[in-house]
């Protein structure tokens, strides 16, 4: 089994900014991907932005130039750095991350997060 622990989500004013943290930990693993997606009240889920195994990243238009994903190997940790937040950003966020664990053999994996809320308003 693996487990994602999310952190970081909050109520912040237009403009400012906030850090999530996505932890895995359980099982044996490898990872190929690393994702952050958000669901607003509403809508459909959404990719925000994803990290490959080779840190290659690839990020939603409406946060390219305010929003930055990164990896801590050693700590198994997600990083989604937020600035200049906007309304139009409060969501439910959601770490995802797709590679393979180890169970008696190796399976693959597709894990995701509880969520947690981010709310932009003043």
């Known amino acids: 089994q693996v487990h994602l622990v999310e952190s970081g989500g909050g109520l912040v004013q237009p403009g400012g900014s906030l850090r999530l943290s996505c932890a895995i930990s359980?099982?044996?693993?490898?990872?190929?991907?690393m994702g952050w997606y958000r669901q607003a009240p509403g809508k459909q889920r959404e990719l925000v932005a994803d990290?490959?195994?080779?840190?290659?990243?690839n990020y939603a238009d409406s946060v390219k130039a305010r929003f930055t994903i990164s990896r801590d190997n050693a700590e198994n940790t997600v990083y989604l750095q937020m600035n200049s937040l906007k309304p139009e950003d409060t969501a439910v966020y959601y770490c995802?991350?797709?590679?393979?664990?180890?169970?008696?053999?190796?399976?693959?994996?597709?894990?995701w997060g509880k969520g947690t809320l981010v709310t932009v308003s003043s």
């Open positions: 990290i490959t195994s080779s840190d290659s990243t």
């Open positions: 359980g099982s044996i693993f490898t990872i190929n991907a």
């Open positions: 995802n991350v797709v590679g393979t664990y180890y169970s008696g053999y190796w399976r693959p994996m597709d894990y």
